[in-house]
């Protein structure tokens, strides 16, 4: 598998981040990887809205320090 496409989203509040993700997954290949790095708590809760309503799966997310990492994988 190749390297995740890396989206910074940290300090950006609802629904920036979401929004930011929506854009960066047309770069990604399909059944490549998006990692977004948040700070925004809602963000859990955001991000599985996001792939139910894509049909993206959610492989990943880690908390650490306050800072939120999701690991996407692109549909397709």
Do not use: Y
Not at 33 to 57: N, S
Not at 58 to 63: D, H, K, N, S
């Amino acid at each position: 598998m190749s390297e995740p496409v890396i989206l910074d989203a940290s300090g950006l509040k609802c629904p920036l981040p979401v929004l930011k993700a929506r854009k960066a997954m047309r770069d990604v290949p399909a059944g490549g990887v998006l990692r977004i790095i948040a700070t925004d708590p809602g963000a859990p809760k955001d991000f599985e809205h996001f792939c139910e309503t894509t049909g993206h799966q959610l492989l990943a997310l880690r908390e650490e320090a306050g800072t939120l990492t999701f690991d996407i994988k692109k549909a397709g």
